[in-house]
């Protein structure tokens, strides 16, 4: 028997057997709480007390719940059907004052209980597992069953589907996202890669995550971005992602991608984080109109080979982020060609370029513009590769 001294109190709680079984769920394995509150109410009796026990439906704590399981279980298993999946978690929502008076009767009776939550949330997921053959998994589950008992609830969250790859950006027009700022422009990089993708997996919405982004206007070409498209609510889980490529590329909107791979919500973040050194090429103008001097820019940029400069937040995107100052190492710089003229850039991850060229009011020291002695600017730019 119990080694509790206050078995006469534990007969007179009006309880099911099944919630006062639950009480001692960890003494004694291999017996349900049905059946372990069982065997204590004949204990209980075979001593003399009188059990005050009652059916589920009156019970203060489960409140019958355990009657509705299979309704509950039928329920998600319909509303499932839609879905492609290959595992699931249950999580229960009990109320306040339910959890409050399993407590306070736990720690009366020796805190060897198990929690009503945890009985619901076992019980539908052996239910729901045998009904629908697919697997309970604690750590990273296709499918989210949330059941609030209070309100006779059942809502589902469905993790998202992740896909790396690389992009290619052709034109000058097209910004990465669909930031409000440019919600006139119907094309980005974004929504070409998204609704395809969105299209195939049936979901809801897409996101984009960059490694990193380059300016509306510059091209982004060469080996690619690396990015990872997330699409919300997916009905479908397995899409060929050749077909995909194929999709997005055959579109001819100026986005093309390869590489596509299924990824994690991990692999977001560590695309985030990557700080790859990047090679440009600009094709630059003076601001008056003049041709550059082809000598003083020589000159020029053999004295910005290999050094680092400091750049303070660009005034152009000082709105959005701190003002900081960096120091960034051009890595290489030399003239690509003399009539156009345009030069190589390859530097750290994080560098302006625009501004090591404009100077940006002497905000990015060196720059270009005070070393060859003229205002110079970029005419055109682009990302030619991104070293991985
Ligand atoms: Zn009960």
């Known amino acids: 028997m119990m080694p509790l001294d206050n078995l006469q109190e534990l007969s007179e709680e009006r309880l099911c057997s099944r919630c006062r079984g639950r009480l001692f769920a960890s003494v004694g394995h291999g017996l349900s709480n049905m059946e372990r509150g069982r065997h204590v109410e004949y204990a209980l009796e075979a001593f003399g007390y009188t059990v005050a026990r009652v059916p589920e439906k009156e019970c203060p704590i489960c409140r019958g719940i355990f009657c509705e399981l299979q309704a509950y279980s039928n329920e998600i298993v319909r509303r499932l059907d839609m879905y492609q999946y290959k595992s699931f978690l249950i999580g229960t ?54 059941i609030d008992t209070t309100y006779m609830n059942i809502d589902l969250q469905i993790k998202s589907i992740y896909i790396y790859g690389v992009y290619r950006k052709l034109r000058r027009d097209i910004p990465q996202t669909r930031w409000i700022k440019y919600s006139q422009i119907k094309d980005t990089v974004e929504s070409v890669i998204g609704e395809e993708a969105m299209s195939m997996a049936d979901g809801t919405n897409y996101f984009l995550h960059g490694a990193g982004r380059e300016d509306v206007d510059v091209r982004m070409l060469g080996n690619g971005r690396e990015f990872i498209i997330e699409v919300a609510n997916p009905k479908v889980r397995s899409i060929d992602l ?143 590769e991104i070293e991985r």
């Open 93 to 146: 929502t009990v109320s306040r004052d339910i959890l409050n008076m399993e407590k306070s009767m736990q720690i009366k009776y020796g805190g060897m209980g198990e929690s009503l939550k945890k009985e619901i949330n076992r019980e539908i997921g052996k239910l729901l597992g045998s009904a629908s053959g697919k697997e309970f998994d604690k750590s990273d589950p296709d499918i989210m069953v949330k």
């Open 242 to 384: 050749e077909n995909l490529k194929e999709r997005i590329n055959s579109k001819n909107k100026g986005v093309e991608v390869d590489n596509l791979s299924f990824a994690t919500k991990d692999d977001v973040v560590r695309i985030k984080d990557e700080r790859y050194v990047k090679k440009y090429r600009a094709i630059l103008e003076s601001v008056n109109g003049d041709p550059i001097d082809t000598e003083h820019l020589q000159k020029a940029i053999e004295q910005l080979n290999g050094k680092v400069i400091y750049q303070r937040t660009p005034l152009r995107v000082s709105a959005s982020r701190s003002d900081l100052i960096r120091h960034r190492e051009i890595k290489g710089i030399y003239l690509d060609d003399e009539d156009l003229p345009s030069i190589i850039v390859e530097a750290e991850a994080g560098t302006y370029i625009k501004e090591l060229v404009s100077g940006d009011d002497g905000r990015t020291t060196p720059n270009l513009s005070d070393l060859v002695g003229q205002k110079i600017r970029i005419r055109e730019l682009d990302v030619i």
